[in-house]
């Protein structure tokens, strides 16, 4: 069985109101139980209206710094998936996590990540 990295370097990806990389966020900050275990060092929304940006903006996320609006589009969803590729291999997670009802990530983009070692999550499959 493969060991966990630590600490964990997560890319979390949401559509909806945020509750739970509001969650995880809150949880890593000091005094949290995971803090020094896990940081999220980016997350990405999938629509500009998704209430997880004012949720983790709150927590001290900085929209286009480590929280990014990355708008899904089927007939682009190829490049959508290698713009999140690169995203991750920039942020060097280790951990990428789909929280919510995200689209669905092209399969040529996860089989990359997992090329690259990084694990993935889907949180809440549809």
Request: with cysteine; net charge neutral; hydrophobic share 40%.
């Amino acid at each position: 069985m493969k060991e966990f990295l630590l600490p964990m370097y997560l890319v979390g990806m949401g559509t909806g109101s945020g509750s739970t990389l509001a969650a995880i966020e809150l949880a890593t900050k000091e005094g949290g139980p995971l803090h020094g275990l896990v940081r999220m060092v980016l997350a990405i929304a999938t629509n500009a209206e998704a209430g997880l940006i004012k949720r983790l903006t709150d927590l001290g996320m900085e929209e286009g710094e480590n929280l990014l609006v990355m708008p899904y589009k089927k007939e682009k969803s190829e490049q959508w998936g290698r713009d999140i590729l690169r995203r991750c291999r920039a942020f060097g997670a280790n951990q990428f996590g789909l929280f919510g009802c995200v689209p669905t990530v092209p399969e040529s983009c996860i089989e990359a990540l997992i090329t690259d070692g990084v694990r993935c999550t889907n949180q809440h499959p549809a």
